[in-house]
Nanobody, 126 residues
Framework: EVQLVESGGGLVQPGGSLRLSCAAS????????MAWFRQAPGKEREGVAAMNSGGRTFYTESVMGRFTISRDNAKNILYLQMNSLEPEDSAMYYC????????????????????WGQGTQVTVSS
């Protein structure tokens, strides 16, 4: 079991930025997939961004061009840089991992992600 700990959430104004961090140990796997999901009250859980073991990234359409998923292998940290934040981005953000690689053409599914962090709240409001 991989322990995941998110941090970096908070309250920001529209147009602002936040950088979420997830301490993990994905590098111990030859094949893996790391991802960020979010869920707002009353809404379905949504895949935001993902990165496979080869470094390929995937994004949901609503955040494309604004969010960037990246990793620091030396520090074992997964990041989600969030720019030009909108009120619609407000949600609890979760870091998740699985031991299998991934590739997404459309939506980022939570299928197979067995390891989840506790979540970090992101609120975008004026």
């Amino acid at each position: 079991e991989v322990q995941l700990v998110e941090s970096g959430g908070g309250l920001v104004q529209p147009g602002g930025s936040l950088r979420l961090s997830c301490a993990a140990s994905w590098h111990t796997y030859i094949n893996y997939c790391m991802a960020w999901f979010r869920q707002a009250p009353g809404k379905e859980r949504e895949g935001v961004a993902a990165m496979n073991s080869g470094g390929r990234t995937f994004y949901t359409e609503s955040v494309m061009g604004r969010f960037t998923i990246s990793r620091d292998n030396a520090k074992n940290i997964l990041y989600l840089q969030m720019n030009s934040l909108e009120p619609e981005d407000s949600a609890m953000y979760y870091c998740a991992a699985r031991s299998l690689n991934c590739y997404y053409e459309k939506s980022i599914s939570s299928s197979g992600f067995s390891d989840w962090g506790q979540g970090t709240q992101v609120t975008v409001s004026s």
